[in-house]
Nanobody, 115 residues
Framework: QVQLVESGGGLVQPGGSLRLSCAAS????????VGWFRQAPGKQREFVAS???????AAINSVKGRFTVSRDNAKRTMYLQMNSLQSEDTAVYYC?????????WGQGTVVTVSS
């Protein structure tokens, strides 16, 4: 069964950095665009950023210039480097395939930005 496991979240002060990881099991990772999503308290889950197998990146405007998504196909792992974190980035972060999301949602990793 295909599985994606997120890690790397934590508590960080505004302006700080975190690096999230998404480890995939199964060959699904090899062919799909994968991405990060987040769900803030009281809000719907939203798309954050994605990367194709060839490295083409897409991201929402609010994280451009601050977040960088990347993937290591050999390790079947995707990363999200988050810099200049803001309180608005506080959320549970999830990874999945993109358009469509085909993997059952995992537990995510919690990112809390607070002083």
């Amino acid at each position: 069964q295909v599985q994606l496991v997120e890690s790397g979240g934590g508590l960080v002060q505004p302006g700080g950095s975190l690096r999230l990881s998404c480890a995939a099991s199964g060959s699904m990772f090899d062919v799909h665009t994968v991405g990060w999503f987040r769900q803030a308290p009281g809000k719907q889950r939203e798309f954050v950023a994605s990367v194709t197998r060839g490295g083409t990146i897409a991201a929402i405007n609010s994280v451009k210039g601050r977040f960088t998504v990347s993937r290591d196909n050999a390790k079947r792992t995707m990363y999200l480097q988050m810099n200049s974190l803001q309180s608005e980035d506080t959320a549970v972060y999830y990874c999945n395939t993109v358009n469509p999301t085909i993997v059952p949602w995992g537990q995510g990793t919690v990112v809390t930005v607070s002083s």
